[in-house]
T-cell receptor
Framework: EAQVTQNPRYLITVTGKKLTVTCSQNMNHEYMSWYRQDPGLGLRQIYYSMNVEATDKGDVPEGYKVSRKEKRNFPLILESPSPNQTSLYFC?????????????FGSGTRLTVV | TQLLEQSPQFLSIQEGENLTVYCNSSSVFSSLQWYRQEPGEGPVLLVTVVTGGEVKKLKRLTFQFGDARKDSSLHITAAQTGDTGLYLCAGFFIDFNKFYFGSGTKLNVKP
């Protein structure tokens, strides 16, 4: 089944403890992206990648890191999480190197930082 | 300032009624998508429109792209309780070479 797989689905952590949210797609998509979704603010792009070893900042990149060493994987790293990073996170992928025709989304990771 | 304006923000209707949701921008879209999202889940792509004036149908859902490619509408005929969810429009903007989501329309269809 064609899909984007994120792990974990739920995560509670403490301020300052490094964490990684994994994302993998099995559709050979070029473009991958991370979004966060917050009430009243909608979906906001954190980072994106147009291909392997090509990543760039989205609208809200502060406090996050990403890497794209393989085409299928695009992990999101929070080096020192803070409570304002409590949010619902989505990984998404798109076939071409720009998301002109839309995304396939993962099921989401609900992160709580205390 | 939102690049994409969706209206209404909330809609609560009875099963069997019709409804229309709107998505507007002052900039031209290269393409526009509509998604449906259930609580705690990822958005699911319903349709992509790329040509001005284009109309697409998906069972009881009708999607229209404006002639100038600055607006779109989603019309649901005879809504069912299973249509309940958050409907998001999203578009790729030529001028900014970027993709943005609207803030969504939260639809509740009551039995």
């Amino acid at each position: 089944e064609a899909q984007v797989t994120q792990n974990p689905r739920y995560l509670i952590t403490v301020t300052g403890k490094k964490l990684t949210v994994t994302c993998s797609q099995n559709m050979n998509h070029e473009y991958m992206s991370w979004y966060r979704q917050d009430p009243g603010l909608g979906l906001r792009q954190i980072y994106y990648s147009m291909n392997v070893e090509a990543t760039d900042k989205g609208d809200v990149p502060e406090g996050y890191k990403v890497s794209r060493k393989e085409k299928r994987n695009f992990p999101l790293i929070l080096e020192s999480p803070s409570p304002n990073q409590t949010s619902l996170y989505f990984c998404a992928s798109s076939p071409q190197n720009r998301p002109i025709y839309g995304y396939t989304f993962g099921s989401g990771t609900r992160l709580t930082v205390v | 300032t939102q690049l994409l304006e969706q209206s209404p923000q909330f809609l609560s209707i009875q099963e069997g009624e019709n409804l229309t949701v709107y998505c507007n921008s002052s900039s031209v879209f290269s393409s526009l998508q509509w998604y449906r999202q259930e609580p705690g889940e990822g958005p699911v792509l319903l349709v992509t429109v790329v040509t001005g004036g284009e109309v697409k149908k998906l069972k009881r859902l009708t999607f229209q792209f404006g002639d100038a490619r600055k607006d779109s509408s989603l019309h649901i005929t005879a809504a069912q309780t299973g249509d309940t969810g958050l409907y998001l429009c999203a578009g790729f903007f030529i001028d900014f070479n970027k993709f943005y989501f609207g803030s969504g329309t939260k639809l509740n269809v009551k039995p």
